[in-house]
């Protein structure tokens, strides 16, 4: 296959979005600008697999414009907007294999699909695309290294490490202070909220709000949620992180306790059964659950299933499931990420770091990859500065800049009072 996506002739309505989101992402549109007369990654094979969403599309185009011979398939089975993936093939000429809605077999016939592409460089988002290589017996000959942009990818692939099967060195895009300090607390804090939004039009304020998971991206919801008038609770199981929701001013407790109160539930852990039967069968008539992260594991889906007696379809991407009680549970999305589901995921500006980051690390990957080891790096310091001057450029905001005098100042151990 050559591409593989819904429908060609959505790809004017996906062309017009694509340049929209372009205007919102001057950091990388500099980048790109920089790679189309360097031409750094000329020659190089690169796989994708990430959200096919307006911003990717950015990022895809940067990649190619820097000489990458580039392939994309979709990171998540309901995560891709058809027009972007149309637009992608038509007017870029992109090879792309997703569709919104996808089954199980469709969305790894397009990871194989885009294997298929014999990557030097890999991009994942939840690291399925560098699962299946590590499992295919020779897959990842030839492979310099790879970019990882989320916190369940990076869980999957520091597992890997520790057990001493990574293939290749992988750079974890989620831990420049560029990306979680942003995408994930700003991003996923506004994105998840207009998800919600967009499937159920409830309104926010005076409900009861559950964030299960107070990382970065659960500090931006909550605090997202309370500024919509929320009474949010928080959950968690690392007691620092508790510690910091109380500080910020959230009520804390175990899920079991929150199950009773909550009007909304979203998990943002990336770990799996955050919410259990135990929970649903302690929730109010009408309770709403939705998941923001990567897999649909959060919930315990399976579970629910089981124990309702009656499900329906009440509107597009909520599923009703009625309980023995007779009280109904709303399921958001089945239980995938609902910023990316059910809207749009986050907005343009915010990914414009992300995948500024993405651009920076796969071209020190083609400049010093060969000399890393086969390890999960941190994005190295220079990049994750270089992308906040860039920002801060564009954004038209000056700061100050240490002096001689500053820079002596702290480094040295003699001077005191």
Not at 9 to 25: E, V
Request: aromatic share 6%; proline share 3%; glycine share 8%.
């Amino acid at each position: 296959m050559k591409y593989d996506v819904k429908n060609l002739s959505l790809a004017p309505h996906g062309y017009k979005r694509i340049l929209w989101a372009d205007r919102q992402m001057p950091v990388l549109t500099s980048i790109r600008a920089k790679f189309k007369k360097k031409k750094p990654l000329k020659g190089y094979r690169i796989s994708a697999c990430l959200h096919v969403t307006t911003e990717t599309a950015n990022l895809m185009m940067t990649l190619k414009a820097g000489g990458a011979d580039v392939v994309l398939c979709a990171s998540n089975p309901l995560s891709t907007q058809d027009d972007v993936a149309a637009s992608l093939v038509k007017d870029f000429g992109i090879p792309v294999f997703a569709k919104k809605g996808e089954d199980s077999k469709t969305y790894y016939r397009h990871i194989h699909a885009a294997l298929a592409h014999h990557p030097q460089i890999t991009m994942d988002d939840g690291a399925d695309l560098v699962s299946e290589l590590h499992r295919e017996k020779g897959a990842s000959n030839g492979v310099l290294g790879g970019t990882e942009e989320t916190t369940t990818g990076v869980i999957r692939l520091r597992s890997l490490e520790k057990k001493g099967l990574l293939k290749f060195p992988i750079f974890a895009i989620n831990d420049a202070d560029t990306k979680h300090l942003f995408d994930n607390r700003y991003g996923t804090g506004q994105s998840t909220i207009d998800g919600i939004i967009r499937a159920t039009n409830v309104l926010l304020s005076g409900r009861t709000f559950v964030v299960a998971g107070y990382g970065w991206c659960g500090r931006g919801l909550a605090t997202r949620a309370k500024g919509m008038g929320a009474h949010v609770i928080v959950t968690e199981t690392d007691d620092l992180r508790a510690l910091e929701a109380v500080m910020d001013g959230f009520p804390v407790m175990p899920m079991k306790e929150a199950a009773r109160l909550g009007d909304l539930f979203v998990t943002v852990t990336g770990n799996l059964k955050v919410i259990r039967r135990e929970h649903f069968l302690a929730m109010k008539d009408g309770a709403i659950v939705a998941n923001s992260g990567h897999f649909n594991v959060e919930v315990d889906i399976p579970v629910l299933k089981k124990i309702a007696k009656k499900r329906r379809e009440v509107r597009d991407y909520v599923e009703e499931f009625t309980l023995p009680s007779g009280r109904k549970i709303y399921l958001l999305a089945e239980g995938r990420l609902v910023n990316l589901s059910t809207a749009e995921g986050h907005p343009a500006s915010v990914m414009d770091m992300s995948f500024a980051n993405q651009a920076l690390c796969v071209e020190n990957l083609v400049r010093s990859g060969r000399m890393l080891e086969k390890r999960v790096y941190r994005v190295p310091m220079n990049i994750d500065a270089e992308v906040a001057r860039r920002k801060l450029q564009s954004m038209q905001v000056a700061i100050d800049r240490l002096t001689p005098e500053q820079k002596n100042y702290l480094a040295s151990w003699e001077l005191g009072t």
